[in-house]
T-cell receptor, first 114, second 109 residues
Framework: DGGITQSPKYLFRKEGQNVTLSCEQNLNHDAMYWYRQDPGQGLRLIYYSQIVNDFQKGDIAEGYSVSREKKESFPLTVTSAQKNPTAFYLC?????????????FGPGTRLTVL | KQEVTQIPAALSVPEGENLVLNCSFTDSAIYNLQWFRQDPGKGLTSLLLIQSSQREQTSGRLNASLDKSSGRSTLYIAASQPGDSATYLCAVGDYKLSFGAGTTVTVRA
């Protein structure tokens, strides 16, 4: 089945730890995105990548880092510098960087700081 | 900066009633508008994508309209069913989307 997978579904982090969230897609999409969702708020863009080995900061990139070494993978690391990391993290992809391309989402990872 | 607003935040209707969900945005220079559905604790499911040159899109019981001049989009869901209960999100932009906070819909059997 074609789609986007995210792992783990739930993740717990202690203060001061870095954690990495996985996002994989087999849709052959060029563009991938990471969003954060907090209760009662819209999704906010953390990072996006329109092509392998290239990525740009979104609106709330501080305390996060990404890599894009393979077309199908776009992992997100939540560093200890992120002051309030508890949230629902969603990965998305689209066919390319064209303006009209539809974005498709994975099932999400819920991160909780203990 | 693009601001996207969805009012009301929550809506409850009896089964069979038509649903009307509103989305407004501040910058009319958008490339596309996308409507999503989100079930509790789940990811987003794309419902409809309207390109900036289009006025509406239809899929089954769903119809979405776009009026760029007034900065508004409306999602119509005909003959609502309990299975339509979810949060509906709209997003506007190009390859970077700006999201509204969503409208949570409950369809009562």
């Amino acid at each position: 089945d074609g789609g986007i997978t995210q792992s783990p579904k739930y993740l717990f982090r202690k203060e001061g730890q870095n954690v990495t969230l996985s996002c994989e897609q087999n849709l052959n999409h060029d563009a991938m995105y990471w969003y954060r969702q907090d209760p009662g708020q819209g999704l906010r863009l953390i990072y996006y990548s329109q092509i392998v080995n290239d990525f740009q900061k979104g609106d709330i990139a501080e305390g996060y880092s990404v890599s894009r070494e393979k077309k199908e993978s776009f992992p997100l690391t939540v560093t200890s510098a992120q002051k309030n990391p508890t949230a629902f993290y969603l990965c998305a992809s689209s066919l390319g960087g064209q303006a009209y391309n539809e974005q498709f989402f994975g099932p999400g990872t819920r991160l909780t700081v203990l | 900066k693009q601001e996207v607003t969805q009012i009301p935040a929550a809506l409850s209707v009896p089964e069979g009633e038509n649903l009307v969900l509103n989305c407004s945005f501040t910058d009319s220079a958008i490339y596309n508008l996308q409507w999503f559905r989100q079930d509790p604790g789940k990811g987003l499911t794309s419902l409809l994508l309207i390109q900036s040159s289009q006025r509406e899109q239809t899929s089954g019981r769903l119809n979405a309209s776009l009026d760029k001049s007034s900065g508004r989009s409306t999602l119509y869901i005909a003959a609502s069913q309990p299975g339509d209960s979810a949060t509906y999100l709209c997003a506007v932009g190009d390859y970077k989307l700006s999201f509204g906070a969503g409208t949570t819909v409950t369809v009562r059997a």
